[in-house]
C-alpha cells in the first residue's frame, strides 16, 4: 500500500519557473527509484527525470540544464526544479515510485507554460 501526492503545478510564463513535489506514504520498505513523468495532450507519458535510492539522477535529452531531480529520505519526499520553462513543457507531471513489488503513481499535477 503506497500512497503518491504530487504539488506544485499552476500556469507559468515562457522562461518562469517551478518546483514540484511529491510526498510518498504506507508501505515503503524498499524504494529503489522515483522519478517524474510526464504527459501533454493527446500524447503519451514520457519519462523526465529519475533518481535512484543511491543519489544517481538520470535526464531526458530536452530537459538537461534546465531541470533538477533531488529527494529528501527523511521526508519520504523527491522534488522536481523546473527552471527556463518553455511551451513544451506544458503537460501532466506525474510522480513514479519504483519499489520491490513494482510501480506505483500519483495522480498528477497540471504545468501549463503560457503567456
Known amino acids: 500500500q503506497v500512497q503518491l501526492v504530487e504539488s506544485g503545478g499552476g500556469l507559468v510564463q515562457p522562461g518562469g519557473s517551478l518546483r514540484l513535489s511529491c510526498a510518498a506514504s504506507?508501505?515503503?520498505?524498499?524504494?529503489?527509484?522515483m522519478g517524474w513523468y510526464r504527459q501533454a495532450p493527446g500524447k503519451q507519458r514520457d519519462l523526465v527525470a529519475i533518481?535512484?535510492?543511491?543519489?544517481?539522477?538520470t535526464y531526458t535529452d530536452s530537459v538537461k540544464g534546465r531541470f533538477t531531480i533531488s529527494g529528501d529520505n527523511a521526508k519520504n519526499t523527491v522534488y522536481l526544479q523546473m527552471n527556463n520553462l518553455r511551451p513544451e513543457d506544458t503537460a501532466v507531471y506525474y510522480c513514479?515510485?519504483?519499489?520491490?513489488?513494482?510501480?506505483?503513481w500519483g495522480s498528477g499535477t497540471l504545468v501549463t507554460v503560457s503567456l
Open positions: 533518481i535512484t535510492s543511491g543519489g544517481i539522477t
Open positions: 513514479n515510485l519504483l519499489g520491490s513489488s513494482g510501480a506505483y
Open positions: 504506507g508501505n515503503l520498505f524498499s524504494v529503489n527509484a
